[in-house]
């Protein structure tokens, strides 16, 4: 079981099934293998030089526009349980 925090409500709550889209915290194979990281690291990769080179208060909303695009197709951010799949 995975956990998902909710940032709008700052909850967490148990996660049973882990999709696509998701984005799993951690380092491995799992995580690294997974298609919702790999899509992450597309998009962060694809503002890494502006984010770079802008100021700091631009930083912040790159940051939140990377997160709502996972957001927006469904993805949450997911950390294991007690080190469980």
């Known amino acids: 079981m995975a956990t998902a925090n909710n940032a709008?409500?700052?909850?967490?709550i148990g996660v049973i099934k882990v999709n696509d889209c998701d984005i799993i915290c951690?380092?491995?194979?799992l995580a690294l293998k997974h298609p919702g990281n790999m899509?992450?690291?597309k998009i962060v990769g694809l503002n890494k030089?502006?984010?770079?080179t802008c100021l700091k208060t631009e930083k912040l909303r790159i940051s939140k526009s990377i997160v709502?695009?996972?957001?927006?197709i469904r993805g949450r951010f997911l950390e294991r349980e007690n080190g469980k799949t």
């Open 8 to 12: 709008d409500t700052q909850t967490t």
């Open 39 to 41: 899509a992450y690291r």
């Open 26 to 29: 951690g380092r491995g194979g």
């Open 68 to 72: 709502a695009a996972i957001r927006e």
């Open 49 to 52: 030089e502006l984010y770079a």
